[in-house]
């Protein structure tokens, strides 16, 4: 979803890059504490065109008046291969638990300043019970599902809009994995477009920050790979290098990447998602670094539930694949020592 520009962050956040360092070219090299399965071979894509037929109207309704509340509806559509599709991504928030509100306007939860929330009284999610305790802050553009060890310790209570923010606790024994499911929703759905003011066909882009009390912050340090890009306006803008599905000629972000005009008969390119990609022992050393981005290409300047709370989300880098515009899929993942 891209939104208007500039961040009151932005200084501030220079003042600690140039203190701690962007790492833009970093890369995770941790060693698995159990023994992992080879590495499969690079996924088979799978090609759609045109839009999908929604299958669910409305995941979310919010029942508090807001500027910014989107329809976040499910579709379905086939692929060329024969394969049916769930778009923008098959989740789990109809089951899974939602995550406790930092921000989020439709529960009414807008507190003024950090120290107003009593962080205290958030449950913990119980990965291991010798562990030590973990809190962390998460705001995703637009909708997460955060696993460690393969436990699903909660999702993001709003898929679409409003933006929100979420507060993260669990106990676990390092070593252990973070796994991100990251989707930007979309309103066209099967082309990866949406709805703004100024266009029916605006291609949106994504981005999700997280830091939690062991140190970890998202970064360039996490692995990240797509496996749902569009819109497209033909199959070949994705190349296939190895395990990268690159789409750098395209552009990374607003307003300089090259949309198409085909609207409706836009293309997508699909990956199957692992079946055990949220579990520790999952080889993720042939996916491509996460890439970091900037307040400014996100666009933040009306996202409250993370400017308003700077000291929670300080060291943390706003991250995604290569292109925050064209990917809408990602997995991202992390090992902690």
């Known amino acids: 979803m891209r939104i208007s520009r500039r961040s009151r962050l932005t200084d501030l956040r220079n003042i600690v890059l140039a203190t701690f360092g962007v790492g833009l070219l970093a890369t995770s090299a941790h060693a698995q504490e159990m023994?992992?399965?080879?590495?499969?071979?690079?996924?088979?894509?799978?090609?759609?065109?045109?839009l999908a037929k929604t299958v669910i109207d409305n995941l979310f309704k919010c029942e508090v008046?807001?500027?910014?509340?989107?329809?976040?509806?499910?579709?379905?559509?086939?692929?060329?291969?024969?394969?049916?599709?769930?778009?923008?991504?098959?989740?789990?928030?109809?089951?899974?638990?939602?995550?406790?509100?930092?921000?989020?306007?439709c529960n009414k939860v807008t507190p003024q300043k950090l120290a107003d929330v009593k962080i205290e009284d958030v449950p913990i999610v119980e990965v291991d019970k010798d562990g030590e305790v973990v809190t962390g802050f998460v705001m995703a553009d637009?909708?997460?599902?955060?696993?460690?060890?393969?436990?699903?310790?909660?999702?993001?209570?709003?898929?679409?809009?409003?933006?929100?923010?979420?507060?993260?606790?669990?106990?676990?024994?390092?070593?252990?994995?973070?796994?991100?499911k990251l989707v930007d929703w979309e309103e066209k759905l099967g082309v990866g477009m949406e709805k703004m003011p100024w266009s029916d066909w605006h291609s949106g882009d994504g981005g999700i920050i997280a830091a939690f009390s062991d140190g970890t912050v998202t970064d360039s340090s996490?692995?990240?790979?797509?496996?749902?890009?569009?819109?497209?306006?033909?199959?070949?803008?994705?190349?296939?290098k190895g395990y990268i599905h690159d789409t750098s000629k395209l552009?990374?972000?607003?307003?300089?990447?090259?949309?198409?005009?085909?609207k409706e008969y836009c293309f997508a390119v699909h990956y199957p998602i692992p079946a055990n990609w949220t579990a520790a022992n999952f080889d993720d050393s042939n996916w491509p670094r996460a890439y970091e981005y900037t307040?400014?290409?996100?666009?933040?300047?009306s996202l409250t539930g993370y400017w308003r709370y700077p000291e929670a989300f300080l060291k943390a880098r706003w991250i995604w694949t290569i292109s925050l515009v064209f990917d809408n899929v990602v997995l991202a993942r992390k090992t902690v020592h």
């Open 251 to 262: 552009g990374r972000v607003h307003p300089i990447a090259k949309l198409p005009t085909c």
């Open 35 to 50: 023994p992992v399965p080879p590495a499969d071979p690079p996924a088979k894509r799978m090609v759609t065109q045109g």
């Open 65 to 105: 008046k807001v500027s910014n509340h989107r329809i976040s509806a499910v579709g379905t559509i086939t692929a060329k291969d024969g394969t049916v599709l769930t778009v923008p991504a098959e989740t789990v928030y109809q089951t899974g638990q939602k995550l406790p509100d930092l921000f989020n306007e």
């Open 222 to 240: 996490w692995k990240a790979q797509s496996f749902y890009i569009a819109p497209l306006a033909h199959p070949d803008d994705v190349v296939e």
């Open 142 to 180: 637009n909708y997460y599902e955060l696993y460690v060890n393969g436990k699903l310790i909660g999702v993001d209570p709003i898929p679409f809009t409003p933006f929100n923010s979420q507060i993260v606790r669990f106990r676990a024994k390092k070593p252990y994995t973070y796994a991100l």
């Open 295 to 301: 307040d400014d290409d996100v666009g933040v300047r």
